[in-house]
């Protein structure tokens, strides 16, 4: 008997053994490509966090940072010309060079909840800006809420279900309020709050409503978001107001800025286009070039609704969030208390001067660079009132951005604008003779087609209409494929990489019966046919690799710092916060990005094979 228990520890120990060595092979092989060895200013920052922090494997703050329509090869391309918290992040963080959205629904909605839930739409449910709710029939935003208010903080009323600075084209507002209750999963800031106690702070903020909102999640010690029809910072009832915004807001109007005039930060010989940028769509007052004067309407003589959207399109409003967050680490004493404390900056200017002038503009090159002189001073505000390597930073963004078509037309490639009406028409063209009722098109929002009630059923046992359907969507310009909902339900396993992305941003109670899939460098124009539309600068909101690559870069406590090359989502984000904060999440479609935590790997580099391309960017 004695032999026999002998025998099987030892079986046991050889188990165990076989399975140190592979673990150490495997952690070996994840080596991050950078290191090279950490400079003296590095070994003593880590020296510190270990002799300053009581519990240096958890953060005292973890901080979200989104750059809203930050294409990662903005990154590459202008890296050389930042000194401030950009180059930080890129120098002392973990940069996953390759990171990508495996779905098509790049919008900022979708994208902002894919990085707090560590989901992907199909999961969380966040589908995109805005769709068809065939319950009520009508037009829904992500964030609409009939059952909550939205409170300005300056005393007056709020306007309803706000789409800040100026909506996206097909764009909506509805007598609703704001909150998460359309999110089907918890945030990681709302799971980091139950699972610590109640000694972690959760403070969300951004000029959108759909970008503060998810990343805070459900309950928030603070979410903030501001109105470009009104210029009124607000929240709703499903947070409640924080005093320290009120007192904020009240001693720094946005209303300071007005008069200023946004002119380059660089020399003329660093920015690398032209300082004219094709066929631009700036707001009214700006010009095609620089200098953009914010005065409001021509003949306007203080702040109006067309001061907030220059406002909201220049760097002046990054800086006023970049304060605010300051403020806020301070006033509530953030990385400071017992538990660990969650604060979220989603910086959306870059995105409305991305759609305006492109990414192939000054005016993107210049916004990054004073992006880089605001997170300089805010990370030095941290360092200073939390402790360096006390707390952990990520950056991110919610979706890249396709070139100005006609501007990458001059290349000779095929590139243009989707014309969704265009798209309608044909539809209901091609069902005229078929005798269906009339409209059978409830809705077209980008890649989403909702037919009225019935109409799709029927069409399904209906081979010849459905045929005639879907051969006279193919037929308009820019149309690459058109999918039935049943092609993408439950994620099907695919070896299409443009099918699987579809499907990943796919969910039958809220997705479109029929998803359009546009062609390389064509985006979405919701422009009626012929008639003047918003028929200038670009957009995204396609499974294009423009617009599904997007930095991923974390920084601080418990982070080893290199540029990895290994497969990388932001859906991996918040898994990896949740490894280092010791929680637990609901779901995930993301993974930890164990290579990139401290104490998980050895120093040996990686292997070529474990260097990532870029077609594996869609699996």
Known sequence: MAA???????????????????????????????????????????????????????PKLVVILVVDQMRSDYVDK????????????????????????????TETCVGHATISTGAFPASHGMIGNEWWDREQQKDVTCTADASVKNMAYEGASAPAASNAAGSAPGATSHAAGDSATKMLIPAFAEELKFQSGPGTRVVAMSLKARAAITLAGHQADSVTWWDGGTGLWQTSSAYGQAPFIAEFVKLHPV?????????????????????SAVNVGSPAGFGA?????????ADGKGPDVSFYLQWATSPYAETYLAHMAEDAVDKLQLGRGLGTDFLSVSFSSVDYVG???????????????????DLDE?????????????????????????????????????????????????????LEPLHYAKPAVAKIDGADVYFNRGTYTKLKSDPHALQAVLEAMQGTPGVARVYQAEELD??????????????????????????????????????????????????????????????????????????????????????????????????QDGRPLVEALEGSQSTQEPSASRTRSTSDAHR
């Open 255 to 275: 209303t300071e800025d007005y008069g200023k005039t946004w002119a380059p930060l660089l020399p003329e010989s660093a920015y690398l286009y032209d300082k």
């Open 378 to 430: 805010f990370f030095a505000h941290l360092d200073k009132t939390v402790g360096h390597g006390k707390y952990v930073v990520v950056l991110s963004s919610d979706h890249g951005v396709a070139p100005v078509p006609e501007d990458f037309r001059k290349t000779g490639v095929d590139a243009g604008r989707l014309n969704l009406e265009e798209v309608r028409s044909r539809i209901e063209q091609a």
């Open 355 to 373: 759609h305006a002038f492109g990414p192939r503009s000054w005016e993107i090159q210049d916004e990054l660079a004073r992006l880089d002189r």
């Open 4 to 58: 026999g228990i002998a025998s099987v520890f030892d079986c046991a120990n050889k188990i165990l053994t076989g399975a140190a060595i592979v673990l150490s092979l495997m952690l070996t092989a994840a080596t991050p490509i950078a290191a090279q060895k950490p400079t003296a200013q590095t070994d003593a920052h880590k020296t510190s966090t270990k002799e300053g922090s009581g519990d240096s494997s958890k």
């Open 78 to 105: 202008f890296q050389q010309q930042w000194t401030g918290g950009l180059k930080r992040l890129v120098d002392e963080g973990a940069w996953f060079h390759e990171a990508a959205y495996p779905y098509g629904a």
């Open 289 to 297: 070039t620089f200098p953009h004067p914010l005065r409001g309407a």
């Open 490 to 587: 439950d994620r099907p396993a695919t070896s299409d990489p443009i099918r699987a992305a579809e499907a990943a941003g796919f969910l039958k109670a809220r997705s479109g019966d029929l998803l359009i899939v546009p062609k390389p460098y064509w985006i979405w124009d919701y422009s009626a046919p012929g008639k003047p539309g918003r028929n200038g600068g670009t957009s995204h909101g396609t499974p294009n690799y423009y617009d599904q690559r997007v930095p991923v870069i974390l920084m601080g406590a418990g982070i080893r710092r290199g540029k990895y090359y290994e497969s990388a989502t932001p859906a991996d984000i918040a898994p990896t916060l949740a490894t280092l904060c010791g929680i637990t999440l609901a779901a």
